[in-house]
């Protein structure tokens, strides 16, 4: 049965390194240290979202934040009580209410969710707290940095909520040329400038997801969200000694040997060149095959160069291998949805044995079965 593996002490060491980055960070005029949240959203990108808060929880991280309710709600049936934020602004009455009865910090990005947030929290006889979502540029939650006023007028009326952060999200700080990520970190100063001028509360400032973490200190200010840090998976290579998080593991389940000139996989795009000693084995691209690629796979860049791989695959160009008992084998023919053959020619493979492949666990089925070891 297919298996994401997660090495506890590689992820271990990409806490220790994190936090080192963290603690050269010299305290604020209030004596605050930056804090670590922890972003554990779509499964605790592929970890086991419970499985990963508790392992985080055990090494000190106790900030979360989540991108559904689903996701808040299933922590906090597993038990878990730390902070949880949920970065998602919502004006739907069911699920800010139900955020509320679980004690999640809620996002206000519009004037609709300042509005039925107040109202419900004034029906529920508490004051509720929030972060306030600035949109520096992304066009996503968030209140747009062009409309200062209104996000003034906004804030002030409201009565049963208690602002403990403000924050915004970086749309391209991955990429190699800074000019973007810097203005909308000016844009984001200059909009809790107008706040504070307005004798608005702010509470925690936080801007730096894992790519501006790792490339703009000056950036931290109070708190930095973190995701693909942790899984040691940039889109750039990182100099303080991040891991890769996760692999895949199967068995071999069938062996045979082919003639030469033999047909593999679908499509007819392979055929053996010479008699060829193959291993079967029961995990395809809907396992998380070859599935590789960073998290910014929705540039059109990355679209290209992913269709790019399909086609030197497909002109044998380019060679995918797993590893079976330290050895790299050479997936034969197309990589199918549940089931993939390997060359094993010469080598010592057996039925059952442990066969690895690279993958990004975010890409991986939530169905296939997360183990830490
Ligand atoms: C996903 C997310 C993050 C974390 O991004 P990484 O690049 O994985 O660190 C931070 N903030 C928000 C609002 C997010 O949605």
């Known amino acids: 049965m297919a298996t994401v593996i997660i090495n506890r002490k590689d992820l271990k060491n990409n806490i220790e390194k994190i936090k080192n980055e963290i603690s050269k960070q010299l305290p604020d005029d209030k004596g605050r240290k930056v804090k670590i949240i922890a972003v554990v959203k779509s499964n605790g990108y592929g970890l086991d979202i419970v499985k990963y808060t508790k392992f985080l929880i055990n090494n000190d991280i106790d900030y979360f934040a989540v991108s559904t309710v689903q996701e808040a709600l299933t922590l906090r049936k597993a038990g878990i009580k730390e902070t949880i934020l949920m970065l998602s602004s919502t004006a739907i009455k069911s699920d800010i209410k139900n955020l509320i009865e679980n004690n999640i910090i809620l996002t206000i990005g519009s004037k609709e969710a300042a509005q039925a947030v107040d109202e419900i929290a004034k029906e529920m006889d508490k004051k509720v707290k929030a972060h306030i979502k600035i949109d520096t540029g992304f066009g996503r939650y968030g209140f747009c940095y062009t409309a200062k006023e209104e996000i003034v007028e906004t804030l002030k009326t409201l009565e049963n909520v208690k602002i403990e952060g403000t924050f915004s999200?970086?749309?391209?700080?991955?990429?190699?040329?800074?000019?973007?990520?810097?203005?909308?970190?000016?844009?984001?100063?200059?909009?809790?400038?107008?706040?504070?001028?307005?004798?608005?509360?702010?509470?925690?400032?936080?801007?730096?997801?894992?790519?501006?973490?790792?490339?703009?200190?000056?950036?931290?200010?109070?708190?930095?969200?973190?995701?693909?840090?942790?899984?040691?998976?940039?889109?750039?290579?990182?100099?303080?000694?991040?891991?890769?998080?996760?692999?895949?593991?199967?068995?071999?389940?069938?062996?045979?040997?082919?003639?030469?000139?033999?047909n593999i996989g679908y499509s007819n795009s392979y055929k053996t060149k010479k008699e060829t000693k193959v291993a079967i084995i029961s995990c395809g691209y809907i396992d998380g095959v070859n599935m590789t690629l960073g998290r910014d796979m929705f540039r059109p860049i990355d679209k290209i160069r992913y269709l790019a791989e399909g086609i030197k695959q497909l002109l044998k160009k380019q060679e995918i291998y797993v590893t079976i008992n330290n050895e790299k084998c050479k997936i034969l023919g197309r990589i199918g949805a549940h089931h993939i053959t390997v060359d094993i020619t010469n080598k010592n493979v057996n039925i059952g044995d442990i066969v690895t492949f690279k993958t990004n666990p975010q890409f991986v089925d939530s169905s296939i079965r997360r183990e830490y070891e």
Do not use: W
């Open 169 to 262: 999200h970086f749309s391209i700080a991955f990429y190699n040329k800074d000019e973007y990520t810097k203005m909308q970190f000016k844009r984001f100063i200059d909009t809790i400038e107008v706040l504070k001028m307005n004798n608005i509360q702010t509470g925690m400032l936080h801007i730096c997801n894992s790519s501006a973490f790792l490339k703009f200190p000056n950036m931290y200010l109070n708190a930095v969200r973190l995701g693909s840090a942790f899984l040691g998976k940039l889109a750039f290579k990182n100099s303080i000694g991040l891991i890769p998080i996760g692999f895949l593991q199967d068995k071999v389940s069938e062996i045979k040997t082919l003639p030469k000139g033999y």
